[in-house]
């Protein structure tokens, strides 16, 4: 082990499924990660919504 083996690391995903209809729905997406030791150049914090609109047949 080193010394970055105690650093903070947070992971969090959701998903929202909201149905207006029988064939109609709206889906949320969010993803948040927080990562103090990243191997890649990137940000520490990281995160993305999406919103989207799906039609059943």
Partial sequence: MNSNFG????FFDSNF?????KYW?????????FDAFRPLPID???YSM???IQLKL
Avoid at 7 to 10: D, G, S, T, V
Avoid at 17 to 21: D, G, K
Wanted: zero cysteines; proline letters at 4%.
């Fill in 17 to 21: 499924y909201i149905t207006i209809s």
């Fill in 25 to 33: 729905s709206f889906i949320l997406h969010y993803d948040q990660n």
């Fill in 44 to 46: 520490r914090y990281y």
């Fill in 50 to 52: 999406s919103l989207g």
């Fill in 7 to 10: 650093l903070p690391r947070w």
